[in-house]
């Protein structure tokens, strides 16, 4: 099986490699091509273990080293956009894509187009460009498997069922570190406060992300695309054990729980094996240590994402790309002292009622050149708004 990484050296691509290195004595897995970015020290290492055939580093600034340093291996070393963009066009039977952000949407778009299957960890291409993504898997026949761990549990509660069926899906969310905080102790949250995640070990982004749940407003969006629901069908529920890693509710009021480890290793190890099953890596759930299994309501005030995220679900339009584009921004701008954490959601509901792009909401992009476009405008109003 020929196999891509896109983002092979983040939290998701070390754990597929992972999952690789543990089944591989098992399987004819060939890595065809490894992408990173900065992390050139991770992307030596692994090209060296998994020999691929090209290694891609998304900055031109690391190609001299890089091509140095894999001098001695038969390697082909690329870098910059538009090589990753040309690694997305070989031809593989499994691609991984978790490039973190926005970034990753151009690429996953592409491997669609080239693969047989892609598993989906890069939210951000249903987020911004979901009718895109599952247009193109259809017509090129391409399976998608979602990795996210809500909506790999919602795959696999629905196999065999009737899409009809569905009453609504319910993510499950840990409530991350600031679930039993103040407000007042969230308006000054420092970046370090808000990395401590209580239940997952995950890129720093998206570990914020799920401090301020605009990681759960995203999943919501990319729910929507990816099992065609409509937004009065898709509910979020505090889960702080990350047991269950989210629910189908069915109309005959029977419902449907993906139950598992909270390691990504196993939603990955599904991808890579669908329609089997094989033995995973992570640990198995001992119920009576665990004692109970505990649930809430989200709390609106503290985490506005998912009260902001209510209008993108409801439109078909462009509102996905700005609501992203506005929170990566909002990110940076937290991560980077400038505003402070609750100032995350001010910022995205300000560039979502901003005149421009309140327009998009009818608005739907049809080409990946449309929404490249809306996510530089949405990003450069995110930018200039100053808060008060
Ligand atoms: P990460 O920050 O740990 O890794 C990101 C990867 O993207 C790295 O390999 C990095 O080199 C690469 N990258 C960064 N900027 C790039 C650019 N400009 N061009 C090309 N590549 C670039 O992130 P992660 O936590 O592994 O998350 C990856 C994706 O998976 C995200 O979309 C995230 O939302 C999603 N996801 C992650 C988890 C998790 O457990 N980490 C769970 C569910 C979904
Ligand atoms: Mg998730």
């Known amino acids: 099986m020929n196999i891509i990484i896109f983002g092979a050296t983040g939290s998701i691509g070390q754990n597929t490699l992972d999952v690789i290195r543990n089944q591989r004595p098992n399987h004819d897995f060939r890595v065809l091509a490894l992408t990173g970015n900065n992390n050139i020290e991770q992307l030596i290492k692994d090209a060296i273990e998994f020999s691929p055939e090209r290694v891609v580093t998304a900055n031109h600034a690391n190609f001299q080293e890089l091509k140095e340093r894999l001098a001695p291996y038969n390697i082909e070393i690329c870098s910059g956009e538009k090589a990753i963009l040309e690694t997305a066009r070989m031809e593989a039977d499994w691609v991984m894509s978790a490039i973190v952000g926005f970034n990753g949407v151009s690429p996953t778009l592409e491997a669609v187009k080239y693969s047989k299957i892609v598993a989906i960890a890069n939210k951000e291409t249903l987020v911004c460009a979901g009718k895109i993504l599952m247009e193109t898997a259809e017509r090129f026949s391409t399976i998608l498997l979602p990795v996210d761990s809500e909506h790999n549990a919602i795959f696999q509660c629905l196999k065999n069922e009737d899409i009809n069926a569905i009453k609504k899906v319910i993510l499950t969310a840990s409530g991350g570190p600031f679930r039993k905080s103040s407000l007042a102790k969230m308006e000054s949250a420092t970046v370090d406060q808000a990395l401590a995640h209580p239940t997952w070990k995950m890129g720093h982004r998206i570990t914020i992300d799920s401090a301020t749940m605009f990681n759960k407003a995203l999943e919501l969006i990319e729910a929507k695309y990816f099992f065609n629901l409509a937004s009065d069908q898709l ?3 505090v889960h702080p054990q990350s047991i269950i890693h989210s629910m189908v509710s069915f109309h005959d009021n029977s419902i449907l729980a993906q139950l598992g480890p909270n390691d990504m290793r196993c939603a990955i190890a599904y ?4 329609p089997l099953r094989k033995p995973s890596l992570g640990e198995e759930i001992d119920f009576a240590a665990l004692g109970k299994l505990t649930f809430e309501a989200p709390d609106f005030r503290k985490f506005p ?6 209008s993108v679900l409801k439109s078909n339009g462009g ?11 909002a990110l940076d701008r937290f991560i980077s002292g400038e505003i402070g954490f609750l100032d995350m959601s001010r910022l995205v509901e300000e560039v979502l009622m901003f005149p421009e792009m309140i327009k998009i909401e009818h608005k739907t992009p049809e080409y990946i050149e449309e929404i490249i476009l809306l996510n530089n405008r949405a990003r450069e109003i995110a930018k200039e708004i100053k808060l008060h």
Not at 305 to 310: E, H, I, P, S, T
Not at 319 to 329: D, M, R
């Open 319 to 329: 509102l996905g790309v700005v609501f992203n584009a506005a929170k990566e921004i």
């Open 235 to 237: 509910d979020v529920v």
């Open 305 to 310: 994402a998912l009260r902001l995220v209510r």
């Open 271 to 274: 991808t890579l094996n669908y």
